[in-house]
């Protein structure tokens, strides 16, 4: 007996659209972590061999990390809305890169 989502084409659709949105959600994470550790060790005080990080790239850090993933449940919900509706619609800007169709 197969899977469903191996025979539904509506099934294979929206479980790419979650897995592209994931892996976009894992590799900005990973991006904007690497780019803050560099800043805070650029702008960062050393003290006794230990590295403080500003206040103020903590607090973009913060920020941007709220806004990725606001648009990440933002994309979510409007997904799950979609499924709901019967509707087979690609998420934007990111959607037409699923590769699992």
């Not at 976009?24 to 805070?40: D, K, P, R, W």
Request: glycine residues 8%; aromatic residues 16%; contains cysteine.
């Amino acid at each position: 007996m197969f899977a469903k989502e191996k025979t539904d084409p509506r099934v294979r659709f929206h479980v790419g659209q979650g897995m592209i949105l994931s892996i976009c959600l894992i590799g900005i994470s990973i991006v904007s972590g690497i780019i803050f550790a560099i800043l805070g060790a650029v702008f960062g005080t050393r003290v006794f061999y230990v590295t403080y990080t500003p206040a103020w790239i903590i607090w973009v850090n913060w920020l941007l990390q709220l806004a990725v993933y606001g648009v990440y449940v933002f994309l979510a919900v409007t997904s799950i809305l979609n499924i709901n509706k019967n509707q087979d619609k690609p998420l934007p800007i990111i959607g037409g890169f699923a590769f699992y169709k």
